[in-house]
Structure formats: structure tokens, C-alpha cells
């Protein structure tokens, strides 16, 4: 089956740096989802990229679809402690399939 | 709006009991939801469709028998784990397509998932 594998797996930054994770996938995708998950919760969506070579912002968010439709960017500007989760990429198309997420943690 | 609740939130439960959890689309109707399972670490996968009014299908490698799908209702999925083993011990998530969410593609809006521990 399609795989999306997300790197880096985790990262572990200083509040306010900027943070960059990428997402890339065996096989096209027409739309890419950027999901996060905060603990003990279900994800929430940030973004949906839908047009190749499409960036869109949310906020301190921005995120790329690939020119090859393989792939997929995330960029979080100027973190704060509330960006702490696990972001997943995901592609939907009969079903969802997400990412292997990228754990962000703040050091204080 | 696009509300999906979950209940319990979490459940400690003996081996060999059966467990039963409940999806609601709070806002809107859902003619198909998915069941999702989480371990620790790991991303989430699907475990089956349930679609209201029609048998559940399932991905491979996940027992039908033992997680029975119940879609009765267009705001209502229930999941019961039979017979539950403490493998079986993981963060349950499912989620609701809203058909008519005005987004590109059917969205699917994820509840926030029940924690089961089987002791």
C-alpha cells in the first residue's frame, strides 16, 4: 500500500525558532492534509493543499504541495509552547492515509 | 460546527470483557465514519469504514469478529471490541465525512478518541 513518511521523527526546539518537516509519499497525490494532534486527543486539521506547487498559510503556518505531487511541506514560524504535538501529513483518496508524524517538543 | 464526539474517553476494562464505544457527528449527518487505532508512537490506521445502514468493511488483517461495527443511525457509529486482550490496549479514534462541508474533498472531522486499557 502507499506510504507517507515524514521526516525529521521528532524534533526538539527552542521557543520561537522557526520549524521545517517534510512529508513524501511512493505515489501521487491530488490533495495533501497537515493534520496536528495534541496528546490524548484526535487530530485536527491545519491545512489542505490541493493544486501542485500550491503554498498556503494558516496563520504562523505554511505549508507547500510538491511539484511531483509527491510531496509535501510544513513551516511553522516563531513557535510557541502550544505548537507542541505530532503533525501528520496525510493524503485522502478512497481512504485517508497519514503520515508516520513528526513529534515536536518545545525546550523551555 | 463538524463535531465529533466520543464516549468513554477512556475505559479500563479486564481481559476477556467486551468493550463498547460510541461515535456522534454532534452537528452534522454522517452516512459513512471510520474507525482509526493508534498505538503508542506510532501514526493512526484505519481499521474499517462503517457505513450507516450497510455492513462495515474492514482492512485487512483486522478481525471482523472481534471488532463489531455498528452504523445505525446517520449520527451514530458504535465500536465493541469483543473480547478484549490486553494487545488489544490502544488510543481508538474515529472520524465522520461530512459530505457537505463546502472543502475540495469529502472532510473527515475526527473525534477525540477513547483510550482503552485492558488489563
Redesign the interface.
Given at each position: 500500500g502507499q506510504q507517507l513518511n515524514q521526516s525529521p521523527q521528532s524534533m526538539f526546539i527552542q521557543e520561537g525558532e522557526d520549524v521545517s518537516m517534510n512529508c513524501t509519499s511512493s505515489s501521487i497525490f491530488n490533495?495533501w492534509l497537515w493534520y496536528k494532534q495534541d496528546p490524548?486527543?484526535?487530530?485536527?486539521?491545519l491545512i489542505?493543499l490541493?493544486k501542485a506547487g500550491e503554498l498556503t498559510s494558516n496563520g504562523r503556518l505554511t505549508a507547500q504541495f510538491g511539484i511531483t505531487r509527491k510531496d509535501s511541506f510544513l513551516n511553522i514560524s516563531a513557535s510557541i509552547p502550544s505548537d507542541v504535538g505530532i503533525y501528520?501529513c496525510a493524503g485522502?483518496k478512497e481512504?485517508?492515509?497519514?503520515?508516520?508524524?513528526t513529534?515536536l517538543t518545545i525546550i523551555p | 460546527g463538524a463535531v465529533?464526539s466520543?464516549h468513554p474517553s477512556w475505559v479500563i476494562c479486564k481481559s476477556g470483557t467486551s468493550v463498547k464505544i460510541e461515535c456522534r457527528s454532534l452537528d452534522f449527518q454522517a452516512t459513512t465514519m471510520?474507525w482509526y487505532r493508534q498505538f503508542p508512537?506510532?501514526?493512526?490506521?484505519?481499521m474499517a469504514?462503517s457505513n450507516e445502514g450497510s455492513k462495515a468493511t474492514y482492512e485487512q488483517g483486522v478481525e471482523k469478529d472481534k471488532f463489531l461495527i455498528n452504523h445505525a443511525s446517520l449520527t451514530l457509529s458504535t465500536l465493541t471490541v469483543t473480547s478484549a486482550h490486553p494487545e488489544d490496549s490502544s488510543?481508538y479514534?474515529c472520524?465522520a465525512l461530512d459530505r457537505g462541508s463546502g472543502?475540495?474533498?469529502?472532510?473527515?472531522f475526527?473525534?477525540?478518541?477513547t483510550?482503552l486499557t485492558v488489563l
Open positions: 490533495t490524548g486527543e484526535g487530530p485536527v486539521l489542505a490541493y501528520f485522502p481512504k485517508l492515509t497519514f503520515g508516520t508524524g513529534r | 465529533v466520543q471510520f508512537k506510532q501514526s493512526l490506521m484505519l469504514t488510543f479514534i472520524s472543502s475540495a474533498y469529502n472532510e473527515q475526527f473525534g477525540p478518541g483510550r
